[in-house]
């Protein structure tokens, strides 16, 4: 009887134990290294203890969820593990990177390269107490829009101006404080979306405006933005498709319609200009891009551009017009939200005085749109010989991006490297020392040189030696 009963407990106690893969997974953990002990290994003997501290415990964190998975970590070279996760915590997160992507203004990377001058300025003003909004002369409180004000001036023929920190911003406050409460008339063939999914009519309505829509998607004629006024309308707004672009069957009155339209009414028109042009595009190849001093002698009486597309600076939002009417939009309540910092003007400002000069050849955004191909291939080449596996030169086109000029581009020639794994090579390679980031198409990686400054070419030719010798 005590036999049988023992017998039933013992296979009872079998069926609702640990399996054997429970146990040895519990074995497993118990051989993790301890994070205390890690910590102080000779691997991670240069970094200050919060960070030996918190790398070891990830590094730990890693071989824990192996050996849930059946990994070994006895095994696993868990000191190499903490030194990989101590070089990422005290590594930036955001770092410099040689964009060969074949877009010259690429979002991702940050859209403009700024000029030496104004690098040089902002590392200036950066390392110092800066005097953004002191007068020098009474030593008292200042104006920081006195920086870029009369350059702005000089430069597009605005009677004022005034800076922010974006042009989606530019865009809300000069509504916010000329039509809140009131009607904005706008073109269904200009209710543009922009970057992350953020669309004009929202932007119209979120500074407090109703929008009306005028005409249709492909034809917006001057007779139907006459028929749109009322008495509560407050502005015509007019934005010009930079990023991208109606052909065929089409229609759009002219900036200097419109403004007579508007003026006619004693109405001001507004004119979203997007990409902040200030040079005849037709000199690099390019289509016709239309510039902010054409939109203030057209008669538009705000005009918003930005500052970190094809004029080639830091990101800011800039607002050129009637003195009036800046001087609404200057003292709105929400200006104060969206200003722009001293770094922004440093950048702004010394980018500006390049122009004044005639010397915006200087600027990088408007140096690459100006290489021609013969030195772009010649670089090529030389990339090419750095390669020491299969990669050919093939002729392509550079992308302006930014959303500026769609369907606008630029011949050159690009080193197409083949393999089996285009996309784990761009990987590397954007995770090398440098970072370099090209694009994967046809089943290879296209590296572009439009974009690189010469002092580039020589550590894109080294890395490019180092991998193909690894791999």
């Known amino acids: 009887m005590y036999s049988s009963f023992a017998k039933r407990v013992a296979v009872l106690g079998r069926a609702v134990g640990p399996s054997a893969a429970t146990l040895e997974t519990m074995s497993a953990l118990r051989r993790l290294p301890r994070v205390d002990t890690l910590a102080e290994s000779p691997a991670l003997a240069d970094y200050p203890r919060p960070v030996r501290v918190s790398a070891a415990r990830a590094a730990v964190e890693r071989l824990r969820r192996g050996a849930r998975e059946g990994v070994d970590p006895s095994g696993a070279d868990a000191e190499g593990l903490a030194a990989d996760e101590a070089r990422r915590l005290v590594e930036p997160s955001l770092r410099s990177a040689i964009n060969m992507s074949g877009v010259v203004l690429h979002t991702g990377l940050g859209r403009a390269r700024l000029a030496r001058a104004a690098v040089e300025q902002i590392a200036l003003v950066a390392a110092s107490h800066s005097a953004v909004e002191l007068d020098p002369d009474t030593g008292r409180r200042g104006d920081r829009q006195t920086h870029v004000r009369d350059l702005l001036r000089e430069l597009t023929g605005a009677e004022e101006a005034h800076v922010v920190n974006n042009a989606a911003a530019a865009v809300t406050l000069s509504l916010s404080a000329l039509a809140a409460g009131r009607e904005v008339n706008l073109s269904r063939g200009q209710m543009v979306e922009i970057g992350g999914s953020f669309r004009m009519p929202e932007i119209v309505e979120a500074s407090g405006c109703r929008l009306i829509e005028v005409g249709c998607t492909n034809k917006t004629r001057l007779s139907d933005y006459e028929r749109a006024l009322t008495p509560e309308t407050a502005a015509i707004l007019r934005c010009h498709t930079s990023n991208y672009r109606m052909v065929g069957f089409v229609a759009q009155p002219t900036i200097s319609e419109l403004a007579e339209l508007a003026h006619g009414h004693s109405l001001p028109l507004v004119m979203d200009l997007g990409s902040g042009c200030l040079v005849d595009t037709t000199r690099f190849g390019l289509p016709k891009e239309p510039t902010v001093q054409e939109c203030v002698a057209g008669g538009a009486d705000v005009v918003i551009a930005s500052g970190d597309k094809l004029l080639g600076g830091p990101q800011a939002g800039l607002i050129v017009g009637r003195p009036d009417l800046i001087e609404r939009i200057r003292k709105h309540p929400l200006a104060r939200a969206v200003r722009v910092d001293k770094l922004t003007l440093a950048g702004l400002e010394a980018t500006l005085r390049l122009y004044a000069e005639g010397r915006e050849g200087e600027i990088p955004t408007l140096a690459a749109l100006g290489k021609v191909v013969g030195p772009i291939r010649r670089v090529a080449s030389r990339l090419r010989r750095a390669w020491k596996g299969q ?74 030696k180092r991998l193909s010798t690894a791999s």
Not at 403 to 430: H, K, N, Q, W, Y
């Open 391 to 464: 990669a050919t030169v093939r002729p392509s086109v550079t992308e302006i991006g930014g959303g500026s000029m769609p369907g606008a581009g630029l011949p050159t020639f690009c080193l197409v490297i083949e393999g089996a794994d285009p996309e784990g090579l761009a990987r590397r390679l954007r995770l090398g020392r440098p970072a370099i980031v090209g694009r994967v198409q046809d089943g290879a990686v296209w590296l572009d040189p439009r974009t690189l400054d010469t002092s580039e070419v020589r550590p894109v030719e080294e890395a490019l």
